[in-house]
Every structure is written in structure tokens, then in C-alpha cells.
């Protein structure tokens, strides 16, 4: 147990895990390899996955970083990569069901995304999108209009986890009047990232904030995170037990 996982344990731990398969599906993940920051190779993809069929998920929604000076992903290399990732799933027979969106990277160019390009969705027309961890962009409230005018739902990942906003918490309040979805990271639950995030995820889930629970699983490292801390964390069953959460219908 991590240094951070132990200041909490004795306030917001239970000794009785929760049972991800409630959720059925994972929404947020880093699966496709060589492409961004995540799985590196085809092995450890389907490592990663079958730790999830473990976990009790029945599908992944694995949504790779686009980032125009980053990682300048196309839907034509994502969706190519989900289908080699399919067929090496339905080799080492995994039965889990795998689709593929992304998690689009609020910079220069997202705009013209957003005119010119048919935009990867999950669900039903749900889009994923992050900030940076430095700044919110100053147009964030035009492109958040920009995608619901278009027929998007937006859904900001991990909203906890920008610590600009976590003295400004009316910020995630107007964000959701506005019509935004919120996607928390469930390792934001252990202090993983830091004490103040974990501070503002809970308090979220008291508010009914939280629309879709996601893991953004890179590598093992995050499995072994929701394992050990994770699942044990009473925020995390408050939020399962709540019925808000829409991860199952997808």
C-alpha cells in the first residue's frame, strides 16, 4: 500500500472490495499500442485487458490520446490498431468486447476537428476530451457549446484531476448546468495523484456530479492500484451503489 493510500485508510477504506462488474464496461483506457503514452506492445495490451476481464468488465471503450503536437493520432490509425487488437484478443481468447474512441486533447486545432472531421464517439454520440494540467484554454466554454450545437455530448475526463479548479469548485457546477458530463478516474479514489484530487473526487460523488467511471489504465501499474486501493474505497462504493452512473448503459 502506497504512503498516500495509507494517510486515508483508516477514513475512507472498507475491508469489502466493490464489484466492478456491476459497472460492465470501462470507459477511458490507453490500449491500442505504440501509439500514445499507454500499452507499448501487442503483449502488453492483452495483458492489460485480461486483468480487466479478471476485474470483471465485460467491454472496453479504449480511448487513445489525439494531440496535434503530441500524439497526432488519426481515427484511421486508431480504428486500424482496434482491429489488430481484436484479433489478438480473440487468439488468446479473451472474451471481452472492444471498441475504440479517443480522448481528444483541447488545443490549436480541435476546432477544425470539430468543423471538418467526423469526430471518434462512444455510445450514443458521447466524446471524451481533456485539458491541459497547467491551464484551462480560454475557449473552453465555446468549444464545449461548439460540440453539444453539433450533436456531441461532452464528457470531460477527469475533471478532478486539474487542480486549477479545485479551489473553484462553482467552475464543475457551471460546467454541468452547461450540459458537460464528468468521467472520474477510479485511482483518483486512493490519493494516487494527489491528496487534493482525491479530495474533490469525493466530493463530487456527494454532489451526484460523476456520469462515467473510467480507470485511463496505461499499465499494470494502474491494474495493481485498483486492486489493492481502489475497490476497497468507500467513495467508490458510494458511487456504484448511487445508480448515476451510466458506464453499463453502453
Not at 24 to 50: N, Q, W, Y
Not at 106 to 116: A, L, Q, Y
Not at 148 to 160: D, I, Q, Y
Request: glycine share 6%.
Amino acid at each position: 500500500m502506497s504512503f498516500i493510500s495509507r494517510i486515508f485508510s483508516k477514513s475512507t477504506r472498507t475491508s469489502v472490495a466493490a464489484d466492478l462488474s456491476v459497472l460492465k464496461c470501462d470507459v477511458h483506457s490507453h490500449f491500442i499500442p505504440g501509439i500514445d503514452d499507454g500499452a507499448e506492445t501487442m503483449d502488453d495490451s492483452v495483458a492489460l485487458i485480461r486483468e480487466f476481464y479478471n476485474l470483471g468488465y465485460e467491454k472496453v471503450i479504449t480511448t487513445p490520446h489525439i494531440l496535434a503536437d503530441g500524439y497526432p493520432n488519426t481515427p484511421e490509425i486508431i480504428l486500424s490498431g482496434l482491429e489488430k487488437v481484436r484479433v489478438a484478443l480473440k487468439n488468446e481468447n479473451i472474451p471481452v468486447r472492444i471498441e475504440a474512441a479517443a480522448e481528444y486533447y483541447i488545443d490549436f486545432d480541435f476546432g477544425r476537428k470539430i468543423d471538418e472531421e467526423k469526430l471518434l464517439t462512444f455510445g450514443k454520440n458521447y466524446l471524451l476530451f481533456e485539458v491541459s494540467y497547467l491551464n484551462p484554454p480560454d475557449n473552453l466554454e465555446q468549444i464545449i457549446f461548439k460540440l453539444l450545437t453539433s450533436g456531441h455530448k461532452p464528457v470531460l475526463a477527469h475533471p478532478e484531476r486539474y487542480n486549477f479548479w479545485h479551489d473553484k469548485f462553482e467552475k464543475y457546477e457551471q460546467f454541468k448546468e452547461k450540459g458537460l458530463l464528468f468521467q472520474l478516474n477510479i485511482n483518483s479514489l486512493t490519493g494516487y495523484y494527489s491528496r487534493e484530487t482525491k479530495k474533490v473526487a469525493e466530493r463530487m460523488i456527494e454532489k451526484n456530479m460523476i456520469d462515467f467511471l473510467g480507470s485511463d489504465c496505461h499499465h499494470l501499474r494502474h491494474v495493481g492500484v485498483i486492486k489493492s486501493n481502489a475497490v476497497y474505497e468507500k467513495a467508490l462504493h458510494k458511487l456504484i451503489e448511487s445508480g448515476k452512473l451510466l458506464n453499463a448503459t453502453l
